[in-house]
């Protein structure tokens, strides 16, 4: 997976609490990316950040929060602002705007 | 914004037959396409890219072609085996702002019978 690693595999959300998803590169790459997958949707862009201590919303970023305070890492949190989390969150990582983004392994959040 | 297309949602082919996927985009302003291997629970795994500036891409089964003026671009795989059973994305890339602007397709569900 290019040297991207997600953590937890599967994570169980209970009504109205937030849950951190952790994502790390040793990719040396200074963007990073978080995606939700979804049955017959594609990958939609929740969050991303091209440098440290910045990060930028993305197309569906209402209901999560992220945070950039390390290169290597950038957690992803699923608020309970979030009404339907249940989905396959993508983290990735890419170099510039021109260069190719890699993906880690996942993690599938569901709902209790 | 960007739009991508891609089809069909799924394919079924013989082992040892071709397969092919098709996207088109919207935004000429779309540069880099890359194709994406998704297993099942498994993160997208890169397969094959192109730039705007090439025509077309082979390594080894697996090849890419581009078509700038109609704004389409497919994924060609020859010899398929029943691993190459998994779902398959298109993406279109753009420069916005010094950041990737990446808009993936709904995705291609391959199916290599054995």
């Known amino acids: 997976d290019g040297g991207i690693t997600q953590s937890p595999k599967y994570l169980f959300r209970k009504e109205g609490q937030n849950v951190t998803l952790s994502c790390e590169q040793n990719?040396?790459?200074?963007?990073m990316y978080w995606y939700r997958q979804d049955p017959g949707q594609g990958l939609r862009l929740i969050y991303y950040?091209?440098?440290?201590?910045?990060?930028q919303k993305g197309d569906i970023a209402e209901g999560y929060s992220v945070s950039r305070e390390k290169k290597e890492s950038f957690p992803l949190t699923v608020t309970s602002a979030q009404k339907n989390p249940t989905a396959f969150y993508l983290c990735?990582?890419?170099?510039?705007?021109?260069?190719?983004?890699?993906f880690g392994p996942g993690t599938r959040l569901l709902v209790l | 914004g960007e739009n991508v297309e891609q089809h069909p949602s799924t394919l079924s082919v013989q082992e040892g037959d071709s397969a092919v996927i098709k996207c088109t985009y919207s935004?000429?302003?779309?540069?880099?396409f890359p194709w994406y291997k998704q297993e099942l629970g498994k993160g997208p795994q890169l397969i094959i890219d192109i730039r705007s500036n090439v025509g077309e891409k082979k390594d080894q089964r697996i090849a890419v072609t581009l078509n700038k003026t109609a704004k389409h671009f497919s994924l060609h795989i020859t010899e398929t085996q029943p691993e190459d059973s998994a779902v398959y994305f298109c993406?279109?890339?753009?420069?916005?702002?010094?950041?990737?602007?990446?808009?993936f397709g709904i995705g291609t569900k391959l199916q290599v019978i054995p």
């Open positions: 950040s091209q440098i440290v201590n910045d990060f």
């Open positions: 990735a990582a890419g170099q510039g705007a021109t260069e190719t983004q890699y």
């Open positions: 935004d000429s302003a779309s540069n880099y």
């Open positions: 993406a279109a890339v753009k420069n916005s702002g010094g950041y990737q602007k990446v808009t």
């Open positions: 990719l040396n790459h200074d963007a």
